[in-house]
């Protein structure tokens, strides 16, 4: 009988960590079975940030590296130099990648580094307890914006990919949410492209992906879905906006 | 062979990282430093399987290091003071990674921007850790161009029998410098193999992983206190240092890197006015040459430590001396090179 939904060979059997509801898990899932799509786990190193994805080493079967907070691009940049014909990913959050790390994400993107990057943007500090992140929305009340974020002292939600795609280095980068089937798809497709872009070493590419956080937004995993789509999605829109021509 | 060039000491060590097999550079432009990072873009941009990158800061360029290095290459990168501050998170991740890298630091004044003249001012930050945790870096001390050269491969082969991390501690009188020197033959050392730990690709084998941290404490302690017996063996290994003039001597001064130059000059004018002095130069400064010292001291009573500080090295020639023979510290600060005449004067005010 043909297995139609198993688990990805490039997961390993340990189980998530996660809370109920977290979409890291489902974005760890999409990666993996990329990697198993195109048969190259056994040549991919990917590199985890400091965050609730920290864990992410556990949870992929192929070669992993733990990076210091925000440093993952700067990193991955010394794998993929010392190794071209590797496939190398950094997966990052939110205060990882927009916020302590900033620098290293936005020149990674410049040199036109050949890797991709899995970036988690669930508006807030996971790991940390629920602080607010450089993406946290206008108003969101946060362990350190208990009043809201406001704009004016706080500054606004910094949309990643809009900022990124400005740069000529980057090749490839779109945004995907997970919070209901027929985004997942476009999710899982786009993550496809990404890491099409690596094997076919046209350079850098990201797929950012608006992820929830039940626990620190205080939201069932219905709730937090349902948050994804009535407040992230407007301010973030879904889409592509570096394309390479021949993947278009 | 035996052939002798003339270089400045920056450009120096890049070609001694060269011919030792390093093939990856990342590194900041900061002065007085830069030729080296020049000297590596322009060598290393023509070679294959190579890469020069001039990261976004010294936080980037590390992480690149740690990158590299964890795939199984020879890795190093270079700053001056305040890019060696930049770096500490880095090489504290890489102290508990584990992996071999060669990181110099030519000292300039500080604190702050301070200023960029020589100094040995990070002493303290290159031998006592650095950065977060308890771990110890392999600190070099040349205190020649050709020093620089020789310690340069060295440190290559010491980051890989260890796989620790191994600072150049220079200054930029060093770098600055030009000198005749050799790149000799080396003997072929023997060195363990790094096939199983580098991180390749799962191919054949069960993944792997370079994870500086586990949240168990209990786990945690167990690798500091693998560390800490590596650090043990590396002391009771590595240990270098020059002894000059020691037999006799009323007096030992104790320097390293360009202060230990100036003293040589100080021994020989000493000598003309009849008084007897010698030298210790510690090579390394990670390991501590604190044995001899202390072996010293049972016959010499009187040490005296020139640094050019305000006193950091003195803090571990006094626990080695342990209280035998008094201690006494000369320091210029701020990027001043103390004179052989001022340092003769102290010497007299010790005798
Ligand atoms: C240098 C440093 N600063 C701060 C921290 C503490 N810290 C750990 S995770 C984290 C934020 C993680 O948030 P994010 O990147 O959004 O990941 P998430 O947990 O939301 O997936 C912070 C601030 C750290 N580990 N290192
Ligand atoms: S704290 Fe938030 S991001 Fe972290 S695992 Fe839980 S739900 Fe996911
Ligand atoms: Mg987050």
Avoid at chain 1, 88 to 98: C, R
Wanted: hydrophobic share 40%; with cysteine; aromatic share 8%.
């Amino acid at each position: 009988m043909k297995k139609v939904f198993g688990r990805p060979v490039s997961l390993t059997d340990v189980p998530f960590t996660y809370c109920p509801g977290c979409h890291h898990g489902i974005a760890h899932r999409l990666v993996a079975e990329v990697l198993d799509e195109f048969g190259v786990r056994e040549n991919t190193i990917g590199v985890c940030p400091v965050g609730c994805s920290v864990f992410a080493y556990l949870f992929f079967n192929c070669d992993m590296v733990c990076a210091a907070h925000g440093r993952a691009p700067a990193i991955a940049t010394g794998i993929k130099r010392s190794r071209p014909d590797s496939i190398v990913f950094t997966y990052q959050g939110d205060g990882d990648l927009a916020s302590i790390g900033t620098a290293e994400i936005v020149h990674a993107a410049n040199r036109g580094e050949n890797i991709t990057v899995i970036f988690i943007n669930n508006a807030i500090y996971g790991m940390t307890g629920g602080q607010m992140a450089p993406t946290t929305l206008a108003g969101q009340i946060t362990q350190t914006s208990p009043y809201g974020r406001d704009p004016k002292t706080m500054g606004y939600p910094i949309r990643v990919s809009e900022m990124l795609s400005t740069l000529k280095g980057a090749t490839y980068i779109s945004r995907v949410a997970l919070n209901k089937p027929a985004n997942i798809i476009k999710a899982k497709k786009s993550i496809k492209k990404a890491f099409q872009v690596q094997l076919d070493r046209k350079g850098f590419s990201l797929v950012e992906i608006l992820s929830s956080c039940p626990t620190n937004w205080g939201l069932s995993p219905v709730e937090a879905s349902k948050w994804v789509e009535e407040n992230m999605i407007p301010y973030y829109p879904l889409g592509e906006f570096r394309v390479p021509e021949e993947v278009a | 062979m035996g052939e002798k060039i003339l270089m400045k000491g920056n450009e120096a060590i890049g070609e001694a990282a060269i011919r030792a097999g390093c093939r990856y550079y990342f590194g900041y432009p900061i002065t007085p430093q830069s030729e080296l990072t020049a000297y590596m873009a322009k060598k290393l941009l023509k070679m294959k399987n190579a890469a020069f990158i001039q990261a976004e800061s010294e936080i980037a360029a590390i992480n690149m290091v740690y990158g590299a290095a964890a795939t199984g290459v020879r890795a190093m990168t270079s700053s001056s003071s305040p890019g060696i501050s930049l770096k500490q998170e880095g090489i504290s991740y890489i102290a508990l990674a584990e992996l071999p890298c060669v990181v110099v630091n030519m000292m300039r004044g500080g604190p702050g921007l301070g200023d960029i003249q020589p100094s040995q001012g990070d002493y303290f930050q290159a031998t006592k850790g650095g950065g977060h945790g308890d771990y110890h870096l392999i600190v070099l001390a040349p205190s020649s161009v050709q020093e620089l050269v020789d310690l340069t491969m060295d440190a290559f082969d010491l980051a890989d029998k260890y796989r620790n991390p191994v600072m150049i501690l220079g200054d930029g009188l060093l770098g600055q410098m030009m000198e005749a020197v050799e790149f000799k033959e080396r003997p072929k050392v023997d060195l363990p193999d790094k096939g199983d730990w580098i991180i390749t690709g799962c191919k054949d084998r069960e993944p792997r992983h370079i994870v500086p941290f586990d949240l168990d404490p209990s786990v945690l302690e167990k690798w500091n206190y693998n560390l800490g017996e590596k650090y043990k063996k590396i002391k009771e290994k590595e240990v270098r240092y020059e002894a000059v003039n020691t037999e006799n001597a009323e007096l030992i001064i104790v320097a390293y890197g360009t202060v230990a130059r100036i003293v040589k000059t100080v021994i020989s004018n000493a000598k003309e006015e009849g008084i007897n002095i010698g030298l210790i130069r510690p090579i390394t400064l990670f390991p501590f040459p604190e044995k001899v010292i202390n072996k010293t001291a049972d016959n010499v009573k009187k040490f005296l430590v020139v640094e050019m500080s305000l006193g950091q090295m003195v803090e571990d020639v006094k626990l080695s001396v342990n209280g035998k023979a008094e201690v006494n510290f000369y320091g210029r600060a701020g990027g001043i090179i103390p004179s052989p005449e001022e340092i003769l004067k102290e010497v007299k005010k010790c005798l």
